[in-house]
């Protein structure tokens, strides 16, 4: 953040020289937009609803029933776009107010065991179709990993599960998240509180629309956004820097990260530890967090790995791939980091096309 502040300060110290009108700057329209003015914007057609979880979080869930040309031209299919508890699309309670502890004390367990079926359940009742295709990126796929290995009659709702960067134990990861694993959690809830983690704010926008649109600042925005997961400028479209900065990160809880922290230290796929044995049997009925167990999951799974990410480790991704019992497809990129599967340039070559060609060969069959 502080390179970010800087850049600001530079912004306004440098404005009359490279103002809104210089050659170098631009804001992309998007950069301003929530999602479903987005999605808009692009041409799709869309719809928003609200669903609520078993426990009472409220979540906000996008769709795209059709392609812009469909079916003249497009492949037609209805994308659903979910979110999980906690981020700024999906920041409700029924009961509970976000400035309650209460409502922060979750993380990758609530998620896999109320938020996906809920989305999965809600999409169902809504198409009538009887299973889905489920693709997930970094933690969209562990929180797939959790809910099917656990919940046997969600995993049956899923046709194909496509796991791009995908990420259960951790224990080779790079990404500096590592550095808390060297605190205690007292120290992290000083320095973070007990609710939530990096809230997205106004601030945010104002650096990605007057700040990161200038290409003068485009290596310190994109070295700060992309400085957990890594990046390649050459498969990235820089001059889009402002739309990615305004609208991620999302926010989470501290006890999210938390469980991550827990993730890298111990090397398992695990449950997040309460933090003594009580509260662990209230949780999970024993005294210490179960483990998860991937090769429970009954879903045909495909894989794409990138060679340089940071976050989903290859070695940890090796592990991985024994325990997926039935595993359809792995494909390893050598050249791609965390952020590359959705915002790298190449990523229909690389990734959407083999993709689409596994859900038109299940159709098939």
């Keep these: 953040m502080w390179q970010l502040l800087t850049a600001t300060c530079w912004m306004l110290l440098l404005g009359p020289i490279y103002g809104s009108q210089n050659e170098g700057s631009s804001t992309n329209p998007e950069a301003n937009m929530n999602i479903s003015q987005i999605i808009s914007y692009w041409g799709y057609p869309y719809e928003k609803y609200d669903i609520v979880t078993k426990d009472g979080y409220i979540l906000g869930i996008y769709r795209i029933p059709h392609g812009r040309a469909c079916p003249r031209t497009d492949v037609c299919y209805d994308v659903w776009m979910g979110n999980s508890r906690g981020n700024i699309w999906s920041r409700r309670h029924v009961k509970l107010s976000t400035?309650?502890?209460?409502?922060?004390?979750f993380s990758l367990d609530e998620m896999a065991k109320y938020d996906?079926?809920?989305?999965i359940n809600f999409i169902i009742e809504k198409t009538g179709q009887e299973r889905l295709y489920y693709v997930g990126h970094s933690q969209g796929t562990t929180t797939a990993f959790i809910a099917f290995s656990t919940n046997p009659e969600l995993a049956k709702r899923i046709k194909i599960f496509f796991a791009l960067a995908p990420v259960t134990t951790v224990k080779y990861t790079q990404t500096p998240i590592k550095k808390l694993t060297t605190l205690s959690r007292k120290v992290i809830k000083m320095l973070f509180g007990d609710k939530m983690f990096y809230p997205h704010i106004f601030f945010d926008r104002f650096i990605a629309t007057k700040v990161c649109n200038q290409?003068?600042?485009?290596?310190?925005?994109?070295?700060?956004?992309?400085?957990?997961?890594g990046f390649d400028p050459k498969n990235l479209n820089m001059s889009r820097l402002d739309v990615y900065l305004s609208q991620s990160p999302a926010g989470t809880s501290v006890q999210n990260m938390l469980h991550w922290a827990q993730a890298i230290n111990s090397g398992q796929f695990q449950a997040f530890d309460w933090g003594n044995p009580d509260q662990n049997m209230r949780h999970f009925h024993q005294r210490t967090p179960p483990l998860y167990n991937v090769s429970k999951m009954e879903v045909p799974t495909a894989v794409w790995s990138g060679g340089q990410d940071p976050v989903a480790d290859l070695k940890d991704v090796e592990n991985l791939l024994p325990k997926i019992t039935r595993l359809i497809y792995f494909k390893l990129i050598p050249h791609y980091n965390h952020v590359d599967f959705y915002l790298g340039q190449d990523a229909p070559y690389e990734v959407y096309q083999d993709l689409i060609r596994l859900m038109e060969e299940c159709l098939q069959n």
């Design 116 to 119: 996906l079926p809920a989305t």
């Design 99 to 105: 400035t309650s502890p209460e409502y922060w004390a």
């Design 215 to 229: 290409k003068i600042f485009h290596h310190i925005c994109s070295n700060f956004l992309f400085t957990w997961s």
